[in-house]
T-cell receptor, first 113, second 109 residues
Framework: NAGVTQTPKFQVLKTGQSMTLQCAQDMNHEYMSWYRQDPGMGLRLIHYSVGAGITDQGEVPNGYNVSRSTTEDFPLRLLSAAPSQTSVYFC????????????FGPGTRLTVT | SQQGEEDPQALSIQEGENATMNCSYKTSINNLQWYRQNSGRGLVHLILIRSNEREKHSGRLRVTLDTSKKSSSLLITASRAADTASYFCATERNEKLTFGTGTRLTIIP
């Protein structure tokens, strides 16, 4: 099992550009989520999904879009990048039943100039 | 807003000593989890305690939960250099996981 994979590992964007951060898991987990981690802030939930075709907003959803067309993939789209979106982005997945142990990807470090 | 707040923000101890870190949260929860993050890496799940449990053990880890005080503690016994990392508590409620700001633990060899 590869677990949770994220691409790219690093990305630099100019203000106003758009891009998609990719996330995939091969554990057949129903639940997938995106977090951003900023210094001194811990992780904050951006969007999450409890299954294919179902997404919902987390704590900081503005400026981000998600879709869940398959169980395996949960891409995060930045619609028009802003310097405030400079952060490290983590994708995670888990089962919905039997516990909520989250499996995290290695992260994407995004810089918006 | 952050649901969990860890205390202390940073902790340095000698190898072999025990490390205790605390987490406080604001609302009712289904479960509370602890994660470890090594520098530049993703988070790794350590232990989960449900709201109807008071204490749980896993290897050198001991977690307690006091729902009346909305607080939890993580004890790492007989610390090792490899335990150097940041530790986060996370509370689950309504299918959302909310993380605290973390405790930076440094083990001095």
């Amino acid at each position: 099992n590869a677990g949770v994979t994220q691409t790219p590992k690093f990305q630099v964007l100019k203000t106003g550009q758009s891009m998609t951060l990719q996330c995939a898991q091969d554990m057949n987990h129903e639940y997938m989520s995106w977090y951003r981690q900023d210094p001194g802030m811990g992780l904050r939930l951006i969007h999450y999904s409890v299954g294919a075709g179902i997404t919902d907003q987390g704590e900081v959803p503005n400026g981000y879009n998600v879709s869940r067309s398959t169980t395996e993939d949960f891409p995060l789209r930045l619609l028009s990048a802003a310097p405030s979106q400079t952060s490290v982005y983590f994708c995670a997945s888990s089962r919905l039943t039997g516990g909520w142990e989250q499996y995290f990807g290695p992260g994407t470090r995004l810089t918006v100039t | 807003s952050q649901q969990g707040e860890e205390d202390p923000q940073a902790l340095s101890i000698q190898e072999g000593e025990n490390a205790t870190m605390n987490c406080s949260y604001k609302t009712s929860i289904n479960n509370l989890q602890w994660y470890r993050q090594n520098s530049g890496r993703g988070l790794v799940h350590l232990i989960l305690i449900r709201s109807n449990e008071r204490e749980k053990h896993s290897g050198r880890l001991r977690v307690t939960l006091d729902t009346s005080k909305k607080s939890s503690s993580l004890l790492i016994t007989a610390s090792r250099a490899a335990d150097t990392a940041s530790y986060f508590c996370a509370t689950e409620r309504n299918e959302k996981l909310t993380f605290g700001t973390g405790t930076r633990l440094t083990i001095i060899p």
